[in-house]
Protein backbone atom coordinates (compact mmCIF):
# COMPACT_ATOMS: atom_id res chain seq x y z
CA UNK A 1 0.00 0.00 0.00
CA UNK A 2 1.51 3.26 -0.93
CA UNK A 3 1.29 6.32 1.59
CA UNK A 4 1.56 9.50 1.05
CA UNK A 5 3.41 11.81 3.84
CA UNK A 6 2.22 15.83 3.81
CA UNK A 7 4.33 18.06 5.02
CA UNK A 8 4.57 20.72 7.12
CA UNK A 9 1.34 19.64 9.04
CA UNK A 10 0.68 23.24 9.28
CA UNK A 11 2.08 26.39 7.40
CA UNK A 12 1.64 29.83 8.96
CA UNK A 13 2.00 32.50 6.45
CA UNK A 14 0.43 36.14 5.46
CA UNK A 15 -1.07 36.97 2.81
CA UNK A 16 0.58 37.94 -0.21
CA UNK A 17 3.57 35.68 0.35
CA UNK A 18 4.50 32.55 -1.35
CA UNK A 19 3.65 28.93 0.21
CA UNK A 20 5.22 25.41 -0.75
CA UNK A 21 3.28 22.37 0.24
CA UNK A 22 4.74 18.92 0.16
CA UNK A 23 3.45 15.22 -0.76
CA UNK A 24 5.94 12.43 -0.92
CA UNK A 25 4.84 9.07 -1.60
CA UNK A 26 6.31 5.86 -0.22
CA UNK A 27 7.01 4.63 -3.65
CA UNK A 28 6.61 6.10 -7.23
CA UNK A 29 3.52 7.14 -8.35
CA UNK A 30 4.51 8.29 -11.93
CA UNK A 31 2.51 11.54 -11.89
CA UNK A 32 -1.03 10.23 -11.44
CA UNK A 33 -0.87 12.37 -8.37
CA UNK A 34 -3.57 15.25 -7.39
CA UNK A 35 -4.04 17.98 -4.84
CA UNK A 36 -7.39 19.21 -3.31
CA UNK A 37 -8.79 21.85 -0.96
CA UNK A 38 -10.94 22.02 1.60
CA UNK A 39 -12.29 24.83 3.17
CA UNK A 40 -13.82 24.40 7.19
CA UNK A 41 -17.63 23.12 6.08
CA UNK A 42 -17.21 22.49 2.97
CA UNK A 43 -16.65 19.80 0.37
CA UNK A 44 -12.74 18.93 -0.94
CA UNK A 45 -12.53 20.91 -4.61
CA UNK A 46 -9.85 18.99 -7.11
CA UNK A 47 -7.33 21.78 -7.85
CA UNK A 48 -4.41 19.86 -9.60
CA UNK A 49 -4.42 16.57 -11.14
CA UNK A 50 -1.67 14.49 -12.87
CA UNK A 51 1.06 16.65 -10.83
CA UNK A 52 0.77 19.34 -12.55
CA UNK A 53 -2.31 20.07 -14.41
CA UNK A 54 -4.72 22.77 -13.02
CA UNK A 55 -8.38 22.02 -12.62
CA UNK A 56 -11.52 23.85 -14.34
CA UNK A 57 -11.62 26.73 -12.76
CA UNK A 58 -8.15 27.04 -10.61
CA UNK A 59 -6.14 30.55 -10.77
CA UNK A 60 -3.15 30.67 -12.05
CA UNK A 61 -1.54 31.33 -8.66
CA UNK A 62 -1.32 27.42 -7.63
CA UNK A 63 0.99 24.95 -9.58
CA UNK A 64 1.86 21.90 -9.08
CA UNK A 65 5.47 19.81 -9.66
CA UNK A 66 6.99 17.17 -9.20
CA UNK A 67 7.34 12.92 -10.77
CA UNK A 68 7.89 9.83 -9.07
CA UNK A 69 8.33 10.15 -5.16
CA UNK A 70 7.90 13.90 -4.50
CA UNK A 71 5.53 16.63 -5.00
CA UNK A 72 5.46 20.23 -4.71
CA UNK A 73 2.40 22.16 -4.47
CA UNK A 74 2.82 26.37 -5.14
CA UNK A 75 0.76 29.15 -4.08
CA UNK A 76 2.50 31.75 -5.94
CA UNK A 77 1.09 34.93 -4.17
CA UNK A 78 -2.04 33.81 -0.88
CA UNK A 79 -5.07 35.82 -1.03
CA UNK A 80 -7.51 35.64 1.88
CA UNK A 81 -9.44 32.62 0.00
CA UNK A 82 -6.69 30.54 -0.12
CA UNK A 83 -6.58 29.44 3.61
CA UNK A 84 -7.61 26.40 3.73
CA UNK A 85 -6.52 22.34 3.94
CA UNK A 86 -4.76 20.92 1.29
CA UNK A 87 -4.77 17.62 0.40
CA UNK A 88 -2.61 14.99 -1.71
CA UNK A 89 -4.23 11.81 -3.59
CA UNK A 90 -2.98 8.78 -5.62
CA UNK A 91 -4.41 5.98 -6.99
CA UNK A 92 -2.47 2.35 -6.72
CA UNK A 93 -2.46 0.02 -9.79
CA UNK A 94 -3.65 -2.79 -8.22
CA UNK A 95 -6.13 -3.00 -6.44
CA UNK A 96 -7.00 0.16 -7.31
CA UNK A 97 -7.00 1.47 -3.75
CA UNK A 98 -7.08 5.74 -3.63
CA UNK A 99 -4.89 7.10 -0.63
CA UNK A 100 -4.90 10.80 0.67
CA UNK A 101 -2.01 12.09 2.46
CA UNK A 102 -2.81 13.53 6.31
CA UNK A 103 -2.96 17.38 5.05
CA UNK A 104 -1.86 20.33 5.57
CA UNK A 105 -3.29 22.99 6.89
CA UNK A 106 -2.81 26.38 5.47
CA UNK A 107 -3.39 29.58 8.46
CA UNK A 108 -3.05 33.02 8.65
CA UNK A 109 -0.05 34.19 10.37
CA UNK B 1 -23.30 21.51 -14.05
CA UNK B 2 -22.85 18.44 -12.52
CA UNK B 3 -24.37 18.22 -8.78
CA UNK B 4 -23.94 15.36 -6.16
CA UNK B 5 -26.41 15.44 -3.41
CA UNK B 6 -25.86 13.00 -0.53
CA UNK B 7 -29.14 11.89 1.88
CA UNK B 8 -29.69 8.83 4.15
CA UNK B 9 -26.90 10.45 7.22
CA UNK B 10 -28.50 10.58 11.02
CA UNK B 11 -27.59 8.54 14.80
CA UNK B 12 -27.48 5.19 14.82
CA UNK B 13 -26.44 2.87 17.56
CA UNK B 14 -22.83 0.20 17.36
CA UNK B 15 -24.18 -2.76 15.49
CA UNK B 16 -26.74 -1.17 13.44
CA UNK B 17 -27.23 -0.42 9.62
CA UNK B 18 -28.10 2.52 7.29
CA UNK B 19 -27.76 3.17 3.70
CA UNK B 20 -26.62 5.78 1.93
CA UNK B 21 -27.76 7.50 -1.08
CA UNK B 22 -26.29 10.32 -3.53
CA UNK B 23 -28.07 11.63 -6.30
CA UNK B 24 -26.58 12.12 -9.38
CA UNK B 25 -27.17 15.47 -11.95
CA UNK B 26 -25.49 17.14 -14.80
CA UNK B 27 -23.43 14.37 -16.41
CA UNK B 28 -23.91 10.83 -18.10
CA UNK B 29 -23.70 8.83 -14.43
CA UNK B 30 -23.94 5.70 -16.03
CA UNK B 31 -20.73 6.46 -17.84
CA UNK B 32 -18.44 7.39 -14.77
CA UNK B 33 -17.55 5.25 -11.85
CA UNK B 34 -17.83 6.84 -8.27
CA UNK B 35 -16.72 6.89 -5.05
CA UNK B 36 -17.38 7.67 -0.88
CA UNK B 37 -15.10 9.37 0.87
CA UNK B 38 -15.29 10.06 4.61
CA UNK B 39 -14.05 12.56 7.00
CA UNK B 40 -14.39 11.56 10.53
CA UNK B 41 -14.22 14.90 12.86
CA UNK B 42 -11.34 17.12 13.16
CA UNK B 43 -9.49 14.26 10.74
CA UNK B 44 -8.34 13.85 6.93
CA UNK B 45 -10.13 12.45 3.92
CA UNK B 46 -9.96 8.52 4.13
CA UNK B 47 -11.00 6.73 0.90
CA UNK B 48 -14.08 4.25 1.65
CA UNK B 49 -15.23 2.52 -1.78
CA UNK B 50 -15.21 2.89 -5.59
CA UNK B 51 -17.56 0.80 -8.25
CA UNK B 52 -17.21 1.13 -11.78
CA UNK B 53 -19.55 3.11 -13.86
CA UNK B 54 -21.20 -0.53 -15.11
CA UNK B 55 -21.54 -1.67 -11.60
CA UNK B 56 -19.49 -4.64 -12.71
CA UNK B 57 -16.53 -4.18 -9.88
CA UNK B 58 -16.40 -2.72 -6.60
CA UNK B 59 -13.23 -1.64 -4.56
CA UNK B 60 -13.12 -0.84 -0.87
CA UNK B 61 -11.04 0.09 1.48
CA UNK B 62 -9.70 -2.28 4.44
CA UNK B 63 -11.49 -0.65 7.21
CA UNK B 64 -14.92 -1.24 5.71
CA UNK B 65 -14.49 -4.65 3.41
CA UNK B 66 -17.18 -7.14 4.32
CA UNK B 67 -19.23 -4.68 6.05
CA UNK B 68 -19.98 -1.94 3.71
CA UNK B 69 -21.56 -2.21 0.08
CA UNK B 70 -20.95 -0.24 -2.82
CA UNK B 71 -23.93 -0.30 -5.33
CA UNK B 72 -25.88 2.10 -8.13
CA UNK B 73 -28.85 2.04 -10.06
CA UNK B 74 -28.23 3.88 -13.37
CA UNK B 75 -31.59 4.34 -14.10
CA UNK B 76 -32.28 6.63 -11.21
CA UNK B 77 -28.91 8.27 -11.40
CA UNK B 78 -28.18 7.54 -7.49
CA UNK B 79 -25.26 5.69 -6.07
CA UNK B 80 -25.63 4.12 -2.42
CA UNK B 81 -23.86 2.94 0.55
CA UNK B 82 -24.68 0.09 2.53
CA UNK B 83 -23.40 0.06 6.46
CA UNK B 84 -23.43 -3.10 8.38
CA UNK B 85 -21.88 -3.65 11.86
CA UNK B 86 -21.94 -0.07 12.44
CA UNK B 87 -18.61 1.09 15.14
CA UNK B 88 -18.27 4.51 16.23
CA UNK B 89 -15.24 4.80 14.11
CA UNK B 90 -17.25 4.85 11.67
CA UNK B 91 -18.90 7.89 12.86
CA UNK B 92 -17.80 10.36 9.59
CA UNK B 93 -19.01 13.26 6.76
CA UNK B 94 -19.52 10.66 3.98
CA UNK B 95 -19.01 12.60 0.38
CA UNK B 96 -19.51 10.66 -2.80
CA UNK B 97 -17.49 11.86 -5.79
CA UNK B 98 -17.40 11.38 -9.09
CA UNK B 99 -14.61 9.97 -10.57
CA UNK B 100 -12.02 10.86 -13.78
CA UNK B 101 -10.89 7.95 -15.22
CA UNK B 102 -8.56 9.20 -17.23
CA UNK B 103 -6.72 11.10 -14.68
CA UNK B 104 -7.36 8.32 -11.53
CA UNK B 105 -8.60 11.48 -9.42
CA UNK B 106 -12.30 12.86 -8.08
CA UNK B 107 -12.91 15.49 -10.01
CA UNK B 108 -16.65 16.41 -8.44
CA UNK B 109 -17.91 15.83 -5.05
CA UNK B 110 -21.35 16.49 -2.73
CA UNK B 111 -21.59 18.30 0.04
CA UNK B 112 -21.71 15.20 2.26
CA UNK B 113 -24.05 13.55 5.07
CA UNK B 114 -23.05 13.04 8.54
CA UNK B 115 -23.39 9.51 10.30
CA UNK B 116 -22.95 9.08 13.38
CA UNK B 117 -22.65 5.93 15.45
CA UNK B 118 -23.22 6.13 18.97
CA UNK B 119 -25.71 4.74 22.01
Known amino acids: EIVLTQSPATLSLSPGERATLSCRAS??????LAWYQQKPGQAPRLLIYDASNRATGIPARFSGSGSGTDFTLTISSLEPEDFAVYYC???????????FGQGTKLEIK | QVQLVESGGGVVQPGGSLRLSCAAS????????MHWVRQAPGKGLEWVAFIRYDGSNKYYADSVKGRFTISRDNSKNTLYLQMNSLRAEDTAVYYC????????????WGQGTLVTVSS
Open chain 2, 26 to 33: GFTFSSYG
Open chain 2, 97 to 108: AKDWPTWLVLDY
Open chain 1, 27 to 32: QSVSSY
Open chain 1, 89 to 99: QQRSNWPPVYT
